[in-house]
């Protein structure tokens, strides 16, 4: 209607508004300022830290210098026992002191990264073709493929936990370092590739018919006219394709869970955050800024790609 | 397979159907079509929607597989044969063209597919870019262009290559009124120029008369009359040819035929040798009288009335003035007639009007078969 | 095929025809995506099936026990609790997660400034990973430095005392529906609005014309357009749901639903996979039942 809206309803529009702003965010508010927060202000129900404590930060980020950690009284007359060896007193020391990382973000970055980019690249590949064969080519099977998908779609995670790890521990890669980072791709590829596959094929649905007729009639064979025409065509699915796949693989916990555990090393970034949890360093600024550092990667992914991916994902389906 | 290298070949393709038959699931579309085009001819294929005339065009092009029957090109069957190695051009009914290239791009891709020399390919360009006052354009993309503009490149696109054969699938569908008119010159003059054997399909007669060298009129799959745009205008094989082509389309009028003579509405008409040699029982035999508009005249405008078959007391009910000439819409009995008639005519609405033909522009049709006595 | 006539110059030799190609290519391009398919989510389907009637042993072979897994499921009640547990998990966050959707839906039709950066914004919560917010989320109800508590006992004074909603799983399970709405509701807003946008704007006017105002215009034009997408929403939410399993376990481990039930059996205490199996199965064919419902009954609407 084009009446104007009156002031009232001005009112209680941009109430919803702020209300639905609030909803959402106020997570992400607190666990930005709870990790900006000295302990004791904590309690401090104010989302305002009274003073901006950075130590968090650096201390996961690697920036500040080897923590000197209480030692209780207890070892320290210990430690004094002139009876004790060096190296046993170094060793007893190294118990209490944290050179090691509490949280190697950088490597669990990296980890997460190269998995969540391989699985979404191989996903993406694969699901091109895949897709093309069913949406454009006519054979036997094809509408079975089609119906296929969407059934595969929805069959994953928990369902799949139990024999894909019986599987992994059958054929012996998960006892390995590199078998079960192999494996961890392999699951991310099978949980990306049926939603790569519905949003690709509903796309090159879209592609009118004629225009790969036109170029046979130039001359290309079919798959001449794949790589000529219709890949520059979807540029900008692929793209959101991948950024879709790449973001379900980063934020993936339970799998990487099962078979990454024993190695701490190749801990992906959200089961770094969780080890963090569990470990005696769990307090609170940490956890909360360790947080704001596996969140980081996807805001800005998403802001990057958020006009492609709103469009897209409605019109390409969505997957949980 | 590919078909030998054609740019060897100085001559034009010919195109032989037989006996082709095409069913899409289990509804067949094409019946027993038979049909043999030669080299450098204008073909237009011509039908309401859905007769198959389409059909036909893409079976050549290999875009669709037939069910039975052959397809020769160059007295070589390709039925196997894929739709790129056919070395055909076509222009699309909705035109087809590259979104993501320019329209420099889209018109010469044949050309770098068939790894074509680069100076070929420019000056090929360049004369089908003049030819087509595409000049300016070049740099641009189809969603640029408006639909005229686009037209062009697809035909760009057909005249640059070195093929034999050229298909149009219903070209000119998606132009208004004025710009069609321009564009049916210019694939007259190209087809002058470059004497490429070529299939264009269309449901406007207009066309087809204006561009064929032969028409094939075609109707549920099976085609009705093949023939020169003059001989079908002059001697339609059936009511369906008769009515489709020419407008506005030729009047049908019930009438009953007896020894000697026709009556229409209770007139009598004599009739004359032509059509004398059909076959009459006594008591008469239902036909269908056909004449075009075009071959009436008014009886007050003409001194040769006596001689003259004619139509007395039709009475006048709408008249549509054309510039040169008036539509009118009478009715005689409780049938309808359309004449064409020139600006002398006075008659006005309500009137009554005697229309003048000569018996040898009739046509006699079974009511029936719709089949020509 | 008719034979070739002699009058031919060739004879051709027995060839592929046009469609006969176009399925081989077809089949070659999709092989790659079956074979992972088959090999990654066919296969271990039809082996956790077949798991589940075995006592799977984590060293040596396993021992064939028939239905006894099925039998424990049937007569314990962790599983029937278990059960109970995700249909209201599930009916509280489906219905939430729709309701919410819908009402955000209709507040980011109306035009305001700055929309499109809302826009953006409230798809934040489906993006962040599970695992990053959660732990917000278990600040905000500590008993001793979250807000909740403070705002209950010391501000509006409604509970006496502090207490962990998340410790209970009473309540936790309450926590994790809200948690679930909160984090999904951005795609069934996403689905509604574009239908919502969709709606042909006459179809206001005329029923404006006919004395409705905006309430009656609600309910009589808007409404009935969207069930479409509703009921195929809410199937899907269904599905989605029934396979959370960080969303539920992250936030609060004491929330039992079918999926935390199956990874405690498989992976924690006493670790019985063939168990774990059979629950999954038994997912597995709800979740089955419920994808043949959408295919054949939504998808035809």
New interface residues.
Partial sequence: ?HKRRSFIQNIM??G??VL??L???F??I??LS?SLKYQFD??N?SLIPRKINMDAYRELLGFSATKEVEIPESIKRLLDNPLLKEEQKQKILERYSSTADIFPFARYFINSFLLSAGAAAVSLV??M??A???SR??????KI?Q??V???Y??????????????G?KTGLASTVWGSVLSLL??Y??QT??VS?YMLGNYFRTI?Y??E????????????SIYR?IL??SVPMMVTVFIYCF?IA??E??FAS?FLRQFPDFHT??LG??SL?VSRNAI?DR??SA??L??LP??IC??FA?RH??GN??EGG?K? | MRLAPLNERDTMSTVTLNGIYKKFDETEVLHNINLEIGEGEFVVMVGPSGCGKSTILRLIAGLEEVTQGEVLIDERVVNMVEPHHRNIAMVFQNYALYPHKSVRENIIFGLKRAKVAKDIIEGRLKKAAKMLELEDLLDRRPSQLSGGQRQRVAMGRVIVRDANLFLFDEPLSNLDAKLRSRMRVEIRRIHREYKTTSIYVTHDQVEAMTLGDRIVVMKDGRIEQVGTPMEIYLNPVNIFVATFIGAPAMNIIDAMLYLGFIEVEGQKIALNNRVEKIPVPASGRRVKLGIRPDFFIDEKNTEHGASLSRIENALVDIVEPLGFEREIDATIGSQHIKAKLDLRTTAGEGEKITLCFDMDRVHLFDPETGMRL | MRPLPCTLIRIYPLQLSLSQKESRLGLKLIAPCIGVIGILIIYPILYNIYLSFFDVRLAGENIFVGLANYERLLRESGFFSSLVTTVIYLAGSVIGTTILGLLVALVMSIKFPFRNIVRGVILLPYFAPVISVVFGWQFFFDPVNGIYNHLMVETLGIAGSRYNLIGEPRSALGIVIIFSIWKNFPISYLLIISRLQSINKDQYEAAAMDGCGPVARFFHVTLPELYFVMGTLIILRLIWNLNKFEEVFLLAPNVWTLPVFTYYTAFTGIIDQGYAAAISVVQFVVLAALIIFYVKKVLKW
């Fill in positions: 209607m529009l941009a919803a508004v639905l702003l909803f959402c965010l997570p992400f607190q666990i709870t904590w309690g129900p694969l699901a073709f895949g093309y064969s069913f080519l006519r054979y036997r099977g094809q493929m119906r296929g969407l059934f595969v929805m069959v994953g995670g928990v369902l799949l936990l139990v024999p894909l790890y019986q599987m521990v392999l699951i590829i099978i590739l049926p596959l009118p004629s225009i007729e036109a170029a046979a009639m130039d001359g290309c064979s079919r798959l001449e025409i520059p065509l973001i980063w934020n916990f339970l099962v970034l959200p955050l969780q949890f609170w956890i909360m947080s704001i596996t969140l996807v805001v998403f802001m958020m991916l709103t994902l409605v969505v949980e």
